[in-house]
């Protein structure tokens, strides 16, 4: 009898968190069968070198037995046009049938490019008469697509078909794997004797090592992979194939994977750190809606991590609302229960493909909810970034650096990452407007929510009213002064590449210091100016004090941080009621 289970970190962070997701969902697979009736929770737990896994049940012998009573049918055999003869004595309800999968897909898909642009956002809000819907595609319809590739299908399918022919011992076959994980370290040595001696009895001639599939174990592949290198051999890594298969139970769980506009193939596994593996499946089946179209990579990652993060959130708010405020009590932000994703990026290479990318995206660590009224406004700020992000085409070499700048900070909370998108977003900005085109603009009360939440000594400088004098003139003499001028209004110059003239001297505070003072003594005369001139309303003139506030900061905090701070709030877009009072 045991409540708690573990699962070393063997491999790879991508392929042991398959493992841990594939291990989670047969334990809660097992405990709700058991105990019928109920939900029976399954923690997850990243203690470094392993996860932990709590039952909240205990798992017992009679409990195995009473969960085998029927099959598991965790790991589906993909049937196609071309394999359909090697599993037609397989039953129906262990089988997907492939190419009915990829016709009723391509079904909805026609049907959903026929209706307007107002039916089809009624479709995604979930507002459509759902007597008029066509039938949506499988869940799993991508997972299908990754497996159903020359490299994946007959390893895949090998998996399955086995787990389903053990399936009279199968309360022999979960003892192995529940002894395996029952202790650290895992015994993998006694679990494959103890395959052995089972498949001896059984007669199945299944072997206790598996070649580890590419796509769920994409740090070893084919190659150069002997761990004492006395001789050079080309070959697949093999490992026991009941934790192979656990992989394959996790993708189905823990796993995204889509495909680029590149045709290359990017796939994320949700790196839990402690939940309720209950809670975070409901989350990744609104994730996986929510990322149904193709993206380029960079973009990919980043709208993976605001989109997960606000998905969250959401589930968040309404386990709140019914008054189980645990997940609020005990984390305050979404990275203290899922760090973010373990990704892979496998190159097309026409008939085969290679993995060519493999890293760590995080949540976003500005997120950080003490209250059921600031989920809501975290929702708001995701969806802001998202709009943001969504501008930028990847293959553009200036949009491409934005968003290099931006994943880096995102995965590390690197502010410098974030400086230099601003800077950047800035010179985007008045660019696009130029040219007639929207560009949105980061929010203050973002910018500033993000900031004390990444590093709350930023708090001393951006509530300074001399800054925030200052930033208020750098908005006015550019975005501002842009907007002025294209609805007609050309009373004030648009100061064009400020944020550069300002951002060349950040590292050099005398230089700093020379060129803000030369921007605000010519606002100043241009303000005085317009007011000889022209009829209100009027810019707020700056004054000496703001300049000795300026300096004071500088010298306090660094001209390179008071530079990128106020390029950061100077062309950030103030509040509706901000505006209408400050002209």
Request: aromatic letters at 10%.
């Amino acid at each position: 009898m045991s409540e708690n289970f573990f699962l070393e970190k063997a491999t790879d962070p991508f392929a042991d968190t398959l493992a841990a997701h594939g291990l989670a969902r047969l334990l809660r697979d097992v405990l709700s069968r058991a105990y019928q009736g109920s939900l029976p929770a399954v923690r997850i737990i990243d203690c470094g070198s392993y996860y932990w896994f709590q039952c909240a049940r205990p798992i017992t012998g009679d409990v195995i037995d009473t969960a085998c009573r029927s099959s598991f049918n965790l790991t589906p055999i993909l049937v196609t046009s071309k394999n359909a003869d090697a599993y037609t004595g397989v039953p129906d309800a262990m089988k997907i049938d492939y190419e009915e999968q990829r016709h009723i897909t391509s079904e909805y898909f026609d049907w959903l490019k026929a209706l307007s642009a107002e039916q089809r956002r009624d479709v995604m809000r979930g507002d459509f008469p759902t007597d008029q819907r066509q039938r949506e595609p499988h869940r799993h319809w991508q997972r299908f697509t990754a497996l159903n590739s020359p490299t994946s299908l007959i390893g895949y399918n090998a998996l399955a078909e086995y787990w389903w022919r053990v399936h009279d011992a199968m309360p022999q076959v979960l003892g192995i794997i529940l002894d395996l994980t029952s202790s650290l370290p895992n015994d993998v040595a006694a679990a494959e004797a103890a395959w052995k001696e089972l498949d001896e009895q059984y007669g199945w001639g299944i072997k206790p090592r598996r070649s580890a599939l590419q796509l769920f174990n994409p740090g070893q592949g084919k190659g150069q992979n002997r761990s004492k290198a006395d001789r050079l051999s080309m070959g697949n890594v093999d490992g026991f194939w009941l934790l192979e298969w656990l992989k394959a139970a996790g993708f189905y769980d823990g796993a995204l994977t889509r495909l680029l506009k590149s045709n290359d193939r990017k796939t994320y596994v949700l790196a839990p750190v402690q939940v309720d593996t209950r809670f975070l499946f409901s989350v990744m089946k609104e994730f996986d809606r929510e990322m149904l179209g193709q993206e380029t990579s960079i973009r990919s990652d980043i709208l993976a991590a605001l989109r997960f993060t606000r998905v969250l959130l959401g589930h968040i708010e309404r386990k709140e609302g019914s008054g189980q405020n645990t997940l609020m009590a005990r984390f305050k932000r979404p990275r203290e229960v899922v760090s973010g994703f373990y990704t892979a990026l496998y190159k097309d290479l026409g008939n085969a493909s290679a993995t060519m990318n493999l890293s760590h995206i995080a949540l976003p660590g500005w997120v950080v909810v003490h209250t059921e009224q600031e989920v809501e406004e975290y929702k708001q700020l995701l969806e802001e970034h998202e709009q943001i992000i969504r501008q930028f085409d990847e293959s553009h070499g200036d949009d491409f650096a934005l968003l290099q700048s931006y994943r880096d900070f995102l995965s590390g909370d690197d502010l410098t990452a974030f400086f230099a998108f601003t800077r950047g977003y800035a010179s985007y900005i008045i660019g696009q407007r130029e040219r007639g085109k929207r560009a949105r603009q980061l929010t203050i009360t973002g910018v500033e929510r993000l900031l004390m939440n990444t590093k709350s000594d930023f708090s001393a400088i951006v509530q300074n009213e001399g800054f925030r004098r200052v930033a208020y003139a750098i908005r006015q003499s550019t975005v501002t002064a842009q907007w002025r001028k294209q609805s007609g209004d050309r009373r004030y110059e648009v100061r064009y590449g400020l944020n550069q003239e300002l951002a060349r001297t950040a590292h050099h505070p005398a230089k700093f210091i020379a060129t803000l003072s030369d921007f605000m003594s010519k606002y100043n005369a241009e303000n005085a100016r317009v007011m000889e001139t022209r009829e209100g309303p009027y810019r707020s003139s700056l004054t000496t004090e703001d300049v000795e506030e300026i300096v004071r900061l500088v010298d306090e905090f660094g001209s390179e941080v008071v530079c990128n701070l106020l390029i950061a709030y100077g062309y950030a877009r103030v509040p509706r009621e901000e505006e209408a009072v400050t002209g």
